[in-house]
Each structure stands twice: as structure tokens, then as C-alpha cells.
């Protein structure tokens, strides 16, 4: 006698479309009791008369399910599949709640960010989140066109372990294809989010997608940079699927791997059979508005919050919305126009040579003067630990600028509790015609590394063109040279750009209580000019991201001579876990780490109780960045008996060679050549405030400071002749930014 086959799972599919349907199908062939519940009545009375239709090519298979509305529908729901449109989250998550069973689940199978919407109404226990990405189509009442295979991968929310509900499910669904189970289904929907972005600006024109995204890589490459610069500040770890791999299009990556992914990418989706985005045939067949708003709402709130620019996304958004109603406008010249918006656009007009040579002239007459003003700033105490001189320093900068620049059109002083005050003062354009009216940011920090006392044993000094003391390099000069170069445009009645001048009090401390002013006002400039020293006279274009982070081990003391294993040595402990972190060093990624102070441990003759390991780590890139953090929350102690903790956080960002940086460099090399100098760029491994403010989506123009060497030492030196060439350097940038 044959033993009956076990009872299948009974499933609801909330959302009978594309999505919904061909799950709906696969479940249902394999022997599922399956409800479909959908608000389209000519959808539900086709699968009531001729079953659930999915059509492969010419050949049309039917599946019997159950189908109703949500008007019609009764009893108690248990395992629901949410596949409807995310705009219709919120009222079908209403619908579902007083209908679901105490141990019944929500699983979000929808596009866009919805998971927690689900939670408000369900509860965070009776919701499972999932991605999709499942090529189909609704091509008529109760038929559904399959569009190939695609990805789909379920999980708890929050990044939980994968449990026995995730684990039942995904079995289930396996009779549709390759369902997987994941605890990272939220590095998935940020990488779809990329790809969907770019499906979504197909659909500004009528063209198979893998053409138009294969012709716009510029703007494609844009569009999932503006994504991915969120989700990498969020700490996301993207995830590849299908033959969409996001990490090369995150910002900053190798042009050839980025090249590479495109070429899979387009490759791949020419063998798809629907050559078309359904946000196309929204706008296109049905008629119907898009639900593109909903997918990127959460996107544009977290860029707002972490001051990310997304002018794409935007434009993409915008035009869609633009199409609803007038598909005939569908159009490649919108792609070109992201194409445009793409590529770094700056305003700018060289001044003439002759304005440019009478501008060096003039600074070099006025050479002794500039030199005077930076003996009496370097006299200035300013230790970055001294409130008491900072304040001194930030009254005499004031009444210095007065002197030089005349009163601004406003000022304002930022206080600050245990570190310098910010200053900021704004300065209006003079003979500016430029189409762009935003200021350019004229950065740097007032403090030094200099400890208070360190003047009276060694006070500014000039030995003929050799210039030093304590700070000159790094970074009075600097502001010296920027103060002047806006003194001899205004003595020659060149134009010069609105100004804004920020000085920071507590930037060699890592401007912990600055950095949130520094970007909120970066983001209303059009560019920063950050009057740091020069490397070896070259300006900076990218510098390593900073991480302090600090392990601490705690183990189990013990007598270490009468009764040896009964401790734990957290010495012990941190020794295999030093090993280990020098292993995370990756010289070609340009990744270094250093433990730099270790202490634990009370006596020789006591098993240590507790170790720590202070670590400086410098990265180059945001997917160096997220590895080295995905590698400290991941360490794990090799004696159980002791117990890991890993502190602190990354000081600054990475400051990537952006294409907006790129374009600014090469606009101070022309500068530099009407001036008969050659500028070269170099990227550094020492950070500052021009980081934070690269990866808010400002560009930045940085070392355009002191030219010398030296900094934090006692040879810390710059030059009288290199002031008024910097300064002229600078004066210049500034009437081309007017132009």
C-alpha cells in the first residue's frame, strides 16, 4: 500500500501580477493549496474560468487556483505572499493584518524598500523580507508571460540568522527555481535598487533596455554611483545577482571592471525574451502611473539625511512622471540629457595671460607683507587642546581679516563647547557673470598640533626665503595666501566668485565637533578650495579614509605559577588577534593598519585579565573600507574562554578622485600654466575636512595650501617665494570660477 504523500503547505498570494502570478503558478503545480487575492476582477474571474495561465513562447500551461478580491475573500490568512505594487503597501498590509493568523508571516516580494512599512501593520515578527527579480509580465486577464529565469532570495529582516520559517519557505518556492535563503537580503535590495535605477531610465525611451543602457553608460554609471555612495554610507555589503554585479559601479571603481560588468550585464539581458522594463509598459500599455516614486522614496530621505546629491535619480524620477499619460514623448534625447548631466560641468573662464601674469606682479611686490602677516598669525598660540589660546587666535584672525578684506556681508560664530569656535564669514562676488552663483568654500583649520609653551623656545623665524615655526606648513600659511589672493584680485579689479571662509578650531583632533557644520555648508558651494599644504607642491585629488578603532580583550585571571590553566591570558589572546589584523593589510588595495599601542596584564606573575590594541587603519577606497569593517565585526576569539570587543569608528571618509575632483585639478593645472608653473596631483594617506566634504558630493580642491614640508615636526617649513606663487595660483582659480 502507497502512504500518502505529506500535506503541502497552503499559501496566499496577495497580488496576482507578474511577480505574484508566476509564484502563484509554480506553487500551485507542485501541489500547494494556492489563493490568489487581487483587486482587478477581470484578472480573478479569467483564473476562476480557465486556471492560472503562465505562457512560455507559443505554449500556454493553466494551474487551477483559488481566486478571489479582497471584498470576496474570508477566513484566515497564514503564509502570504505580498506581491503588489508599492504604492499599495500600505493598504494591502492593512487589509492583510486582522486577517493573519498569530503564527502566520508577511513575505515582501515586491520592488523597493517595503519591509518595514509591512512591520507598522503585521508586527516585525510576522514579517519576512525578500528580493525578487523575476522577469514576467501580465499580458492579459489570468495569463502571465514568463520573462526567463531570475534571482530570489528571503530572509529575516534586519540582517537575523536564516530560520526555519526562511528555511520552509525557500524549499517551497524552489518549485519555481533557484529561491535561495540569505541573512543579507537588505545587501540585495540596495544593489537592485542600482539595477532597477537603470531600468527605470530605459524607460524614458522606446528601446530594448539592454541597447539603451549599453549606449548611456555615462549616465548608468552615475545613476547607480548616486545609489551605491548611500548604501556604502550605510554600511551596506552589496550583493551580486543574476548577471548584475554592483561593486564595480560603486564610486571610485576601475574603469575597465566597470567596462567588464556593463559588457555581462547587457550580454546577458539580450537573452532575456522581455526586452522591455515594466515601468515601460506601465507608461507604454496600461496606462497607468509608475510605482518608481515609491521604490526610491527611502533612497532620496537617506541621501537627504547624509547629504548625498542625487540630481540622476531625480531627473530619472521626474521624467517618468513627466511620461505618465504621454508615452508619445518617450524619447533617447532624455537619455542623452543624463548622459550630459553625467559628466562633470563646471563654469568656468581662464582670466588673460597678461590678467594672470599682473596678478603674480602683484603679490610678489606685496611678498614682505604677506610674510609679516604670517609671523604675526604663526605667533598666535593655537594648540588644538587650548581653549583659552584658540579663542585668543580666533579674536585676532578676526580683526586680522577686517584689515584686509574690509567687513563681510555676514559673520557668524559658531560655538563650540570643549574645542574652538567655527568662524564663518561670507564675502560677496564683484564682477561675477558666471551662470553658477553658489560660493566657493575657502576651508582650513586654525589649530595647530603644537603644544601651548612650544613659541617661547621656538618662535616664527626667516632665514632668506626659508620660512618656519610651529604651524606655518600646516596649515597659516595657507589661510595667508588665501586671504591675499582675494586682496590682489580685488586691488585689480578682477572678478572673483561669492566666498564663503570656514575656519575650524579642532581639525587636527579630528574635527569630531566641526565635521556636521563643515558638510551642511559644502553643500550649498559649488566647490571647496581647502587651503592645506601641498604635497611636495602638488595638490591632493584623493586621500585615504581614517579609521581609530581600539580591541579590547578581556580574559580570566589567574595565579600564573600555582595554577596556570585555570586563567585565560588576554596577552594571549590579543597576540593571535594582532596576527590576524596585520593579515587585513592590502598594500595594492592601498590599505594599511597598524597597532600602534598595546598594553594589559597587572604582573608577570598573573594571567592577564585584560589587553588592548589601539589601531590606526588608512583606506583608499569605500569597498576597502566596508571589508576592513566587515573583517573587525567578524573577529572571533581563538580561546572561547575570552571575549572580544571591538570600539571606535571611522574618523573620515575616503576622498576619491571623483571625475567633479578630476575636472577642478585639471582647471588649477591650466591656472598654474598661465602662470609658467606646472602642477602635478598626488593622492595622499593623510586625511582632512576636504574628505568629509568630497563624500557629501562636493568637490574639492585641496593642498592648493603652503608649499614646504615638515608638518607636525620641528623642520615644519615653508618659503616666502612660495607664498605669492600659491597665492597667485589661487587668485587665478578664482577669477576662471567669476567667468
Excluded at 539581458?269 to 496600461?286: H, N, P, Y
Excluded at 577686517?402 to 563681510?408: C, E, F, K, N, T
Excluded at 582650513?444 to 603644537?450: C, I, S
Aim: aromatic share 6%; net charge negative.
Amino acid at each position: 500500500m502507497t502512504a500518502p504523500s505529506p500535506q503541502r503547505a497552503a499559501y496566499t498570494v496577495v497580488g496576482g501580477g507578474a511577480i505574484g502570478g508566476t509564484l502563484a503558478f509554480a506553487l500551485a503545480q507542485a501541489g500547494h493549496p494556492v489563493t490568489v487575492v487581487d483587486t482587478d476582477p477581470a484578472h480573478v474571474a479569467a483564473i476562476r474560468a480557465d486556471g492560472l495561465v503562465v505562457a512560455h513562447g507559443a505554449t500556454r500551461t493553466a494551474v487551477p487556483v483559488t481566486a478571489t478580491t479582497p471584498d470576496e475573500f474570508e477566513g484566515t490568512l497564514g503564509r502570504v505572499l505580498l506581491a503588489v505594487k508599492a504604492q499599495a503597501t500600505a493598504s494591502a498590509a492593512a487589509w492583510i493584518a486582522p486577517r493573519l493568523a498569530p503564527e502566520g508571516y508577511v513575505v515582501s516580494l515586491q520592488n523597493g524598500f517595503n519591509e518595514d512599512l509591512i512591520a507598522v501593520h503585521v508586527g516585525a515578527e510576522r514579517t519576512v523580507a525578500a528580493f525578487v527579480n523575476i522577469f514576467a509580465d501580465v499580458i492579459a486577464p489570468g495569463v502571465i508571460q514568463d520573462g526567463g529565469a531570475g534571482a530570489l532570495v528571503i530572509g529575516e529582516p534586519g540582517g537575523a540568522p536564516v530560520s526555519e520559517r526562511v528555511s520552509s519557505l525557500v524549499s517551497d518556492l524552489h518549485s519555481w527555481g533557484p529561491a535561495v535563503a540569505s541573512d543579507n537580503v537588505e545587501g540585495y535590495l540596495w544593489a537592485k535598487a542600482g539595477f532597477g535605477a537603470m531600468l527605470a531610465a530605459t524607460a524614458l525611451a522606446d528601446a530594448p533596455m539592454a541597447d539603451l543602457i549599453d549606449r548611456h553608460r555615462p549616465a548608468m554609471t552615475a545613476l547607480t554611483g548616486e545609489i551605491f555612495a548611500v548604501s556604502d554610507r550605510l554600511g551596506i555589503s552589496l550583493e551580486a545577482f543574476d548577471a548584475f554585479d554592483p561593486h564595480p559601479l560603486r564610486p571610485g571603481q576601475d574603469p575597465a571592471a566597470r567596462d567588464a560588468a556593463f559588457d555581462r550585464l547587457t550580454a546577458w539581458l539580450r537573452t532575456q525574451s522581455k526586452d522591455r522594463s515594466g515601468i515601460w509598459r506601465d507608461l507604454a500599455v496600461r496606462h497607468r502611473p509608475v510605482e518608481v516614486t515609491t521604490h526610491y522614496t527611502d533612497v532620496f530621505d537617506h541621501a537627504a539625511r547624509e547629504g548625498l546629491p542625487t540630481p540622476l535619480l531625480r531627473t530619472v524620477v521626474d521624467g517618468l512622471l513627466e511620461l505618465e499619460g504621454a508615452p508619445e514623448q518617450m524619447s533617447e534625447s532624455r537619455l542623452a540629457d543624463l548622459d550630459r548631466l553625467a559628466e562633470p560641468a563646471i563654469h568656468a573662464r581662464l582670466p588673460q595671460a597678461e590678467q594672470a601674469d599682473a596678478v603674480r606682479r602683484w603679490l610678489e611686490e606685496h611678498r614682505e607683507d604677506m610674510v609679516a602677516d604670517l609671523d604675526a598669525y604663526t605667533s598666535q598660540g593655537s594648540a588644538s587642546d587650548d581653549r583659552g589660546e584658540l579663542d585668543a587666535c580666533l579674536g585676532w584672525l578676526r580683526t586680522w581679516l577686517d584689515q584686509r578684506l574690509g567687513a563681510p556681508d555676514a559673520e557668524e560664530i559658531l560655538p563650540r563647547t570643549s574645542t574652538g569656535d567655527i568662524l564663518v564669514r561670507r564675502y560677496p562676488a564683484r564682477g561675477a557673470a558666471g551662470p553658477d552663483t553658489r560660493p566657493v568654500l575657502l576651508l582650513g583649520h586654525y589649530d595647530t598640533v603644537w603644544p601651548t609653551g612650544t613659541l617661547e623656545e621656538w618662535p616664527f623665524r626667516r632665514d632668506g626665503d626659508h620660512l618656519s615655526g610651529p604651524g606655518v606648513f600646516d596649515m597659516k600659511a595657507g589661510l595667508v595666501q588665501a586671504v591675499w589672493a582675494l586682496r590682489a584680485l580685488d586691488a585689480l579689479g578682477l572678478p572673483r566668485p561669492a566666498c564663503t571662509l570656514m575656519l575650524n578650531g579642532d581639525e587636527e583632533t579630528g574635527s569630531l565637533s566641526s565635521h556636521d557644520a563643515i558638510v551642511e555648508e559644502s553643500r550649498a558651494s559649488r566647490l571647496a578650495m581647502v587651503f592645506e599644504a601641498a604635497a611636495d607642491g602638488a595638490i591632493k585629488t584623493a586621500r585615504k579614509g581614517v579609521g581609530l578603532f581600539t580591541l579590547t580583550v578581556t580574559g580570566k585571571e589567574a595565579h600564573a605559577g600555582l595554577d596556570p590553566a585555570a586563567g585565560a591570558s588576554a596577552i594571549d589572546e590579543l597576540a593571535h588577534q594582532v596576527m590576524h589584523l596585520a593579515a587585513l593589510r592590502d598594500s595594492g588595495a592601498g590599505t594599511s593598519l597598524n597597532v600602534g599601542v598595546v598594553e594589559g596584564g597587572t604582573r608577570s606573575n598573573v594571567t592577564a585579565g585584560r589587553a588592548l590594541a589601539q589601531i590606526d587603519v588608512r583606506v583608499a577606497s569605500n569597498s576597502e573600507q566596508q571589508r576592513i569593517t566587515t573583517a573587525l565585526a567578524a573577529l572571533r576569539p581563538v580561546d572561547p574562554r575570552t571575549r572580544l570587543e571591538v570600539g571606535g569608528d571611522w574618523n573620515r571618509p575616503v576622498f576619491e578622485r571623483t571625475a567633479h575632483v578630476a575636472a577642478y585639478a585639471e582647471l588649477a593645472q591650466r591656472c598654474a600654466a598661465l602662470l609658467g608653473e606646472e602642477l602635478r596631483e598626488t593622492s595622499v594617506g593623510g586625511a582632512s575636512d576636504g574628505n568629509f566634504v568630497v563624500a557629501a558630493g562636493t568637490p574639492v580642491l585641496d593642498g592648493i595650501g603652503a608649499v614646504g614640508s615638515g608638518a607636525h615636526a620641528r623642520s615644519e617649513n615653508t618659503s616666502a617665494s612660495g607664498m605669492t606663487a600659491r597665492a597667485a595660483l589661487a587668485a587665478v582659480v578664482l577669477a576662471s570660477l567669476a567667468g
